[in-house]
């Protein structure tokens, strides 16, 4: 089982509408959870982390679920610079080493 | 605001020659890691390093030797370049979890 999987999609979205990225992880130990967005070509950047009680940054919400090795990113009102690939990111037990989900490529059209 | 710096940008090996990536950081970070991503298979780390003079080995180290003399650089050498070394690599560098990246080298070897 791979450490950290995600639909790879693409997923194409109209403008305005609302996605929803699920990610799932298999190290239990796993502590720390992040979302990275990576534009075509360009170096991943930090989205936002991923916390337990969930946490909303603008039009985008995170949310976790430990229980089930869940993660999941949501964007409402998609915007054209929306369009990217997102990584589902996860740092191992007691390790500042992060482990990157494939990706998820999202491209949202006029 | 440099953050990450990576050189070259852009390389052409033929098969059997080395060569040396470098990469740079302002930020005063412990933490430094060297990737490499190809199409469908995500970010895959090759090696680490968790301070200076200190390297180990990643999910993905074979061909490849890294070094860490100053604090501030990370080296990644290619002894032999193969095909199979053709890619993105990225070095990043972190205090914690957050990663900054650079904005990659792009090799291809032929």
Redesign the interface.
Known sequence: RKEVEQDPGPFNVPEGATVAFNCTYSNSASQ?F?WYRQDCR?????LM?VYSSGNEDGRFTAQLNRASQYISLLIRDSKLSDSATY?CVV?GAGS???T????TKLSVIP | NAGVTQTPKFRVLKTGQSMTLLCAQDMNHEYMYWYRQDPGMGLRLIHYSVGEGTTAKGEVPDGYNVSRLKKQNFLLGLESAAPSQTSVYFCASSALYGYTFGSGTRLTVV
């Open positions: 720390s992040f360009k170096e991943p950047k930090l982390s990584l740092s500042y080493q992060l990157f989900g494939k990706g």
